[in-house]
């Protein structure tokens, strides 16, 4: 006898939270994201018949597709509640194909997870939206196309195991060119003349912007020696207040978080890595404490604006909600992820005494995105700028001081934006006024050089995919990742340097696939997929559209790209010929030029690195077989192995006098003789 509903969505906290706001009668159970996929051990798309793809249920998916079988069989209603963006319409597309769904199965859509959306959702069931599912499938075909099309391309003409993605390489060109422009940056120098003025017992800062009745341009002091003469000259002068500039601006909030200001916020904020963002993110909407988190919009509903009204005048007074709610424009093409921006469930719930999370990310993330939220809304702050002109007595020097007061704090009271550029502060001026003497206490020339482009952090490269139209919020974080697993990137101090592999990889796409990383074509070809999402295209024409010239390029390429080899200058022991710069796993090495030879031998600086640790850890023994032991080289540094091995597997870490060493700090370098000691560290939840 068929009793309960069965409702399906993606994760078991979503279940468990939906679960709780439901009765007895539904069974709320998670599918673990997809149910099928396409096969990793082949193309899976019939590129001769409309690029039908060959779906599969993964291994690990079985079991789960099987639990959900056998709880359709008592089931009255099938419900599928997954995310409300073209993935979560997928997701229950594949359910539907996976579980064999004969009968009519229910869709619900929604954008939080609290009880007043669910039960509204389940009053308001819909069909499954194919519209939607195929532009979810013409991207994975596209993706899949361009990466089992390019991947094994790169393994015949680099080395194994690179590949190739269509916002991924334009991601890593975007990093290749911005690392050249540093590279090709030529450092110029420049002088500044400031002063600390006084008046009415108050000193405030100002700089030479005139001198002998000639504005001085940015590189118009180019030397300490100019400086200095200019100081010279000014320093005896006597100076006065010359013309007062005030004037009184509105500065507002900015608008609710999307999925890549979020990104980016906690990147200048926090130092998450949009990975780590969006995962933070995922818990707290299945949690029920934040909206759906993978959104282009930037629109409130209008419950949480009246709540957020509410919220304002109770925690900061009437004087700084608004009388009627700020509304903002959508700056993204094609915001069609999601119909709001993220905002917490309940704006009541402020991170105080009151209300707390016990994880730390969570805990940090939701109060930045409920003060967004809430600031949003808020008064715009009212600020009083003053500009004045301090001149000589002879008029051929004239200094200028900037300043600011905060006449209403409005939004700022709450909160401010952060900058991907280093901010200027500008202090607070006295009461100035034309004709007043001001009289200078502390008068030096400065030094200061022009600075390269600065190397992309996550918030900066989030920031410029989005404006470029490159990929969507859901591709950011997994993309940014995709980089860094593959080697092609390393993250250091928060900012990507590319690799010399990512450099190989990048300036051969660049060279002979200029299409697949031009960010036009890639902003492009998203359009297409927003169109299909409309109904307004055909997803496989879209697909054909792309594959034919591309797959006839590729094929001209094959035949046309030589495989990318470096030589060395060291001499093979077995042949003599310069040996061959391969990379492998571990990185570059040494092979023999004879194809038959298997003969390999380290960098020479690899070579230097073993020899240097062999001589310190000289006379050490296997743990196993007591034989020596040699230095090798594994993924995470180097360590001692024994002589015998494969017979014999002992290890040991690299030891000295003060014990356990980092291997990363081992290299040849000015830290050599003192490297790091390694710490011993607990991970998060265990």
Not at 152 to 166: D, E, M, N, T
Not at 214 to 235: C, H, N, W
Not at 390 to 399: C, E, H, T, Y
Request: proline share 6%.
């Amino acid at each position: 006898m068929k009793h309960n509903a069965l409702v399906i969505v993606e994760s078991p906290t979503k279940a468990k939270t939906i679960g709780r706001f439901l009765g007895e009668s539904y069974v709320v159970e998670a599918s673990m994201g997809h149910v099928r996929d396409l096969p990793k051990s082949k193309l899976g798309i019939d590129t001769e018949n409309d690029f039908v793809p060959s779906y599969i249920i993964p291994v690990k998916a079985k079991p789960i597709v099987a639990d959900l079988k056998k709880k359709l069989k008592s089931a009255g209603r099938v419900i599928l509640a997954t995310d409300e963006d073209r993935e979560g319409e997928a997701i229950a597309w594949h359910l539907l194909k996976a579980l064999d769904i004969s009968t009519p199965a229910e869709r619900i859509v929604f954008h939080e997870i609290t009880e007043t959306a669910i039960l509204e959702a389940l009053e308001h069931p819909r069909e499954i939206d194919m519209n939607l599912v195929d532009a979810q499938q013409a991207r994975r075909v596209v993706d899949r196309l361009v990466g089992y099309g390019l991947s094994p391309f790169l393994w015949r003409k680099v080395r194994y195991g690179l590949s190739a993605g269509r916002v991924q390489s334009v991601t890593m060109r975007l990093i290749v060119e911005r690392e050249r422009e540093i590279q090709a940056f030529r450092q110029e120098e420049y002088w500044t003349i400031e002063a600390d003025f006084e008046k009415n017992k108050q000193t405030f800062r100002a700089r030479l912007v005139n001198h002998n009745v000639k504005p001085l341009g940015k590189f118009d002091i180019q030397s300490k020696d100019a400086a200095e003469k200019i100081v010279t000259e000014v320093q005896d002068k006597k100076f006065n207040v010359g013309s007062v500039t005030q004037k009184e601006i509105s500065r507002n909030p900015a608008p609710p978080f999307t999925t890549s200001t979020l990104q980016q916020e906690a990147a200048r904020k926090f130092g998450f890595s949009a990975k780590q963002t969006m995962v933070i993110a995922q818990q707290l909407y299945e949690n029920g404490h934040i909206t759906y988190m993978r959104t282009d919009s930037v629109n409130l509903a209008q419950s949480a604006l009246a709540q957020a009204k509410n919220t304002i005048t109770n925690h900061f007074g009437e004087n700084y909600a608004l009388a009627v709610p700020r509304q903002y424009t959508t700056r993204s093409k094609s915001a069609q992820e999601a119909h709001e921006a993220i905002r917490p469930t309940d704006l009541s719930k402020k991170i105080d005494d009151n209300f707390t999370l016990t994880d730390r990310g969570q805990h940090r993330l939701y109060d930045l995105i409920w003060k967004r939220t809430v600031a949003s809304q808020m008064q715009p702050a009212k600020l009083l700028q003053t500009a004045a002109d301090l001149k000589s007595d002879d008029g051929n020097a004239v200094f200028r001081a900037n300043g600011q007061v905060v006449l209403f704090d409005g939004f700022m009271r709450v909160y401010t934006e952060g900058s991907d550029e280093p901010e200027t502060e500008e202090g607070v001026l006295p009461e100035l006024k034309e004709g007043d003497p001001a009289r200078i206490q502390k008068l030096e020339p400065l030094q200061h050089f022009t600075e390269p482009p600065p190397r992309y952090s996550d918030a900066t490269l989030v920031k410029t995919l989005e404006a470029a139209g490159v990929g969507r919020p859901s591709t950011y974080a997994p993309t940014l990742s995709t980089i860094q697993e593959r080697g092609y990137v390393e993250k250091i101090e928060k900012k990507y340097h590319p690799t010399e592999i990512g450099i190989i990889v990048n300036d051969l796409l660049v060279e002979h696939f200029p299409k697949i990383v031009d960010i036009n074509f890639t902003s492009q070809i998203e359009e297409e997929f927003d169109e299909i999402a409309s109904g307004k295209m055909k997803w496989n024409e879209v697909v054909r559209e792309f594959y034919v010239p591309f797959k006839k390029h590729l094929d001209e390429k094959e035949l046309e790209v030589q495989k990318h080899i470096e030589v060395s200058d060291v001499p093979c022991p077995h042949c003599g010929k310069p040996m061959m710069i391969k990379f492998g796993r571990m990185g570059k090495f040494l092979s023999c030029p004879d194809p038959e030879s298997k003969v390999t031998l380290p960098m020479p600086e690899e070579a230097a690195m073993i020899k240097e640790l062999s001589e310190k850890t000289k006379g050490e023994l296997c743990p196993i077989c007591s034989k020596p032991m040699e230095v090798k080289r594994g993924r995470f540094g180097y360590f001692l192995g024994c002589v015998d091995y494969p017979k014999c597997k002992g290890i040991k870490k690299i030891l000295n006098k003060t014990g356990f060493k980092c291997p990363n700090c081992l290299r040849v370098n000015e830290r050599k003789d003192n490297p790091g000691d390694l710490v011993e560290k607990k991970s998060r939840g265990r």
